[in-house]
């Protein structure tokens, strides 16, 4: 592991061990508000430290965390259920099966996934944050960018779902580190990474874009290689190799990607429009709570719902459509400017970082970063940093979860929508600040400690400190761009710990 690799795991540790702290100190402070939220009975006898681990952790359960821990406990039993992908329940369900066991004469089966939920989301983003930073020294090819980035990272808006019972930081480190082994040429062990975060979050089925546009960017590469040095031919057959061979990565890569989304569809359908149960199989208070809530579950005796009847019977967006009133341009209303607000934000920052880009390399955004032209280097010997080519793809990817996220969704959620499926608004982040911050770039001042890489006398490096904690200390010294950058990801940090975990309305 490296310094930077250090540095940011331990600046990461103590992030998630504060988070953890700051969350039990202000669920037990401020007064949970009655929201309008899912909220199952509890069906099972409360064990001696099951009180104990609520109080500890019981901020990390509310909102869509009650979703998660009750498939986690019970399975898919209502409709709306199904909104929620199952690798996370399961990843917790086996936590609490397993590592927790012990503790079963203790905790109930809700307190042990309680405790697997901090456990687990705690291990699962530091995973993240060594993925996300050894996927930005990859392609950003710029080991402060990097650092920086990844410093940042630890204080990422979407700080309180990375922490509570969500699967953000499951698929942030999946998805990273798919990427990460994609940009190493380990595309097989990619596939894999990729198509189990699909099993986390159905955007995983964005990241097919990936397996379309880096075999392509290789495969052009190729044919650039043997149009120089084959001939006649043995020059047609390599073509039709390298095309050959690129098809069917793409078609494998693509089909893996999308096989979990399609087997949990699967699941659905057979589940309700084929279903092998009755209500009286359900616990008498479960069943209680669906009649009250008009929630759907299985019944084999009743008629199948009309989604069934479709000739792509989704279940998926079914849910998305019914329950949760999702479509295109559904959210575009007055009432919702406050949470247009809460989004902007994250969506200036994918939007500075599309239009930068573009700025920097309009040649090679025309031609979709695939060939180089004859004016310039190409993409042979990248420039380090953000304008870097390999960030095109990058920045398409971020572009297009703003786009569909402004579009298609709840808009609120954009912030860890994004901050969970792409680097992008991190690199942009930690771009401006290098570009705009005077802090950064001194290396003798009556401020010492504000250094990115300091070195000894003797010109051996030390390990880098920590240049967030030292703008954060330097607060009111730093440029305007600094404060708005650190004051939106710090704000949203702290602000939403205490939002979230009191049932009050967060992004």
Not at 14 to 41: K, W, Y
Not at 250 to 279: E, K, N, V
Request: proline share 7%.
């Amino acid at each position: 592991m490296t310094m930077d690799a250090k540095v940011v795991l331990e600046f990461a540790t103590v992030t998630r061990g504060f988070s953890l702290l700051l969350q039990a100190v202000l669920n037990a402070a401020i007064p949970d508000h009655d929201a309008d939220a899912f909220r199952p009975p509890r069906t099972e006898e409360p064990l001696y430290l099951d009180s104990l681990v609520d109080w500890l952790f019981g901020g990390l359960s509310h909102w869509d965390a009650e979703h998660f821990l009750f498939i986690a406990e019970r399975g898919y039993l209502y409709e709306h259920n199904f909104a929620f992908f199952p690798l996370f329940p399961v990843v917790i369900r086996g936590l609490a099966e397993t590592l927790l066991w012990p503790l079963s004469s203790w905790l109930s089966v809700r307190g042990r996934l309680l405790l697997a939920v901090a456990l687990g989301n705690t291990a699962l983003f530091l995973l993240s944050v060594l993925s996300q930073h050894a996927l930005s020294r990859l392609v950003l090819q710029d080991r402060r960018l990097a650092l920086l980035s990844s410093l940042l990272y630890c204080v990422t808006p979407a700080n309180v779902f990375m922490t509570a019972g969500y699967s953000e930081s499951l698929f942030a480190a999946l998805t990273f580190g798919g990427l990460f082994l994609l940009e190493k040429g380990f595309t097989f062990r990619a596939c894999l990474a990729l198509s189990i975060a699909t099993a986390a979050r159905s955007n995983g089925l964005v990241n097919m874009g990936f397996l379309l546009y880096l075999p392509s960017l290789y495969a052009i590469s190729q044919i650039r290689v043997y149009r120089a040095t084959s001939k006649g031919h043995s020059k047609v057959l390599h073509y039709i190799w390298v095309i050959t061979r690129l098809i069917l990565t793409s078609l494998f890569g693509c089909t893996i990607i999308a096989l979990p989304f399609c087997a949990f569809q699967y699941y659905g359908y057979r589940t309700f429009c084929t279903p092998s149960t009755s209500p009286e199989q359900v616990h008498p208070a479960l069943l209680s709570l669906a009649e009250r809530k008009g929630y759907r579950i299985p019944d084999e005796n009743g008629p199948p719902p009309l989604w069934c009847m479709r000739p792509l019977p989704l279940l998926y967006s079914h849910i998305q459509d019914v329950y949760w009133d999702v479509g295109f341009l559904r959210y575009f209303e007055l009432k919702q400017i406050p949470n247009f607000i809460l989004a902007l934000p994250m969506a200036t920052l994918g939007i500075m970082a599309a239009y930068a880009y573009y700025q920097a390399n309009p040649e090679l955004c025309v031609r979709l970063g695939l060939w180089r032209s004859s004016s310039n280097e190409g993409l042979d010997k990248p420039m380090p940093g953000f304008f870097n080519p390999r960030v095109f793809v990058y920045v398409v990817h971020s572009t297009v979860l703003l786009v569909f996220g402004t579009l298609c969704m709840h808009v609120q959620v954009l912030t860890r929508f994004m901050a969970s499926s792409t680097p992008v608004p991190f690199w942009i982040s930690a771009h401006l600040l290098l570009l705009n911050e005077p802090l950064l770039h001194r290396r003798r001042t009556s401020k010492p400690n504000v250094q990115l890489q300091p070195h000894s006398r003797n010109g051996c490096s030390h390990t880098p400190q920590n240049p967030i904690i030292a703008l954060l200390t330097n607060f009111r010294s730093c440029s305007p761009t600094t404060q708005s950058i650190l004051g939106y990801f710090v704000s949203y940090w702290l602000v939403g710990l205490a939002l979230h975990c009191n049932f009050l309305p967060w992004t």
